[in-house]
Nanobody
Framework: QVRLVESGGGLAQAGGSLRLSCAAS????????MGWFRQAPGKDREFVGY????????LYADSVAGRFTISRDVSKNVGYLQMNNLKPEDTATYFC?????????????????WGQGTAVTVSS
């Protein structure tokens, strides 16, 4: 089993920054993919980006590319989502997830393990 715990959410002003963390524990593998998703009230959960744990390669949704950066600390088994130039439309609960097969991708069904989520609110 894998346990994922997000932290770092909160309130920010438009144009501001926040950094989310996702600590992974349990049976993690060196080649898995950590994805980030978000869900705004009344909307479907949407893909934000992912990072391949072994290579560090990242992929982002168009809506956050150039503003958000995903990174990881392999020694600590922690992933990060650095969010800059935040916009009110970034307001959502943010989730990290793990695809243990290493396939990754933008689809929720590719990810087997999910954190509980952390709320981000961006005021205008």
């Amino acid at each position: 089993q894998v346990r994922l715990v997000e932290s770092g959410g909160g309130l920010a002003q438009a144009g501001g920054s926040l950094r989310l963390s996702c600590a992974a524990s349990g049976r993690t593998l060196s080649y898995y993919v950590m994805g980030w998703f978000r869900q705004a009230p009344g909307k479907d959960r949407e893909f934000v980006g992912y990072i391949r744990w072994d290579s560090g390669m990242t992929l982002y949704a168009d809506s956050v590319a150039g503003r958000f950066t995903i990174s990881r600390d392999v020694s600590k088994n922690v992933g990060y989502l650095q969010m800059n130039n935040l916009k009110p439309e970034d307001t959502a609960t943010y989730f990290c997830a793990q695809d243990p097969t290493g396939g990754g991708g933008k689809l929720r069904r590719n990810y087997d393990y999910w954190g509980q989520g952390t709320a981000v609110t961006v005021s205008s």
